[in-house]
T-cell receptor, first 113, second 114 residues
Framework: EAGVTQFPSHSVIEKGQTVTLRCDPISGHDNLYWYRRVMGKEIKFLLH????????ESGMPNNRFLAERTGGTYSTLKVQPAELEDSGVYFCASSQTDGGGAFFGQGTRLTVV | AQSVTQLGSHVSVSEGALVLLRCNYS??????LFWYVQYPNQGLQLLLK??????LVKGINGFEAEFKKSETSFHLTKPSAHMSDAAEYFCAVSASHSGYALNFGKGTSLLVTP
């Protein structure tokens, strides 16, 4: 069974540009989470989908970030326009509904220059 | 609100020695507790978890952790370190009322020396 897959693995963009990160969760997992780790800091929660609905987006930094989950399958996280402080590793995770732990993708390393 | 504190951002042990990584949590509701490991250039892998039931939980690669409510702790141990254990370890807490979103500690980098 495939795990959580994230694309791209690395992205380097200039300040002001737009970047879209994609996450394909484990098939059948209704819960999908996005997290971010800025260098030197802890991994921080961004938002939570249950199927196609945003359950909690309290961790989204600002309105430059837009997340979607089309049809309750894959998810995208768009940053527009990107700023220097958006650099970091973006992780996606998925889980079933039992709270028994989430499975993480390998992350997307975003560098804004 | 929930939070996790990991004591020691870097821990160094000799191969064959005991591994002890400390984690204390704060939670207003019964917590779900986790340890994740990240090897270089890889994603986060679940090592072990405590949700309910037995307070001593065993995970992969010989690791175990004990939930101690009175001490609000969930320390990770392994009797004998192996070179392949070198990685970054994250303690995390979640709860049902927050959709099981994870609150992570800052992580502890484990170095294993020959």
């Amino acid at each position: 069974e495939a795990g959580v897959t994230q694309f791209p693995s690395h992205s380097v963009i200039e300040k002001g540009q737009t970047v879209t990160l994609r996450c394909d969760p484990i098939s059948g997992h209704d819960n999908l989470y996005w997290y971010r780790r800025v260098m030197g800091k802890e991994i921080k929660f961004l938002l939570h989908f249950v199927k196609e609905s945003k359950q909690d987006e309290s961790g989204m930094p600002n309105n430059r970030f837009l997340a979607e989950r089309t049809g309750g399958t894959y998810s995208t996280l768009k940053v527009q326009p990107a700023e220097l402080e958006d650099s970091g590793v973006y992780f996606c995770a998925s889980s079933q509904t039992d709270g028994g732990g989430a499975f993480f993708g390998q992350g997307t390393r975003l560098t804004v220059v | 609100a929930q939070s996790v504190t990991q004591l020691g951002s870097h821990v160094s042990v000799s191969e064959g020695a005991l591994v002890l990584l400390r984690c204390n949590y704060s939670s207003s509701v019964p917590p779900y507790l986790f340890w994740y490991v990240q090897y270089p250039n890889q994603g986060l892998q679940l090592l072990l978890k405590y949700t309910t039931g037995a307070t001593l939980v065993k995970g992969i690669n010989g690791f175990e952790a004990e939930f101690k409510k009175s001490e609000t702790s969930f320390h990770l141990t392994k009797p004998s370190a192996h070179m392949s254990d070198a990685a970054e370890y994250f303690c995390a807490v979640s709860a049902s009322h927050s959709g099981y979103a994870l609150n992570f500690g800052k992580g502890t980098s484990l170095l294993v020396t020959p």
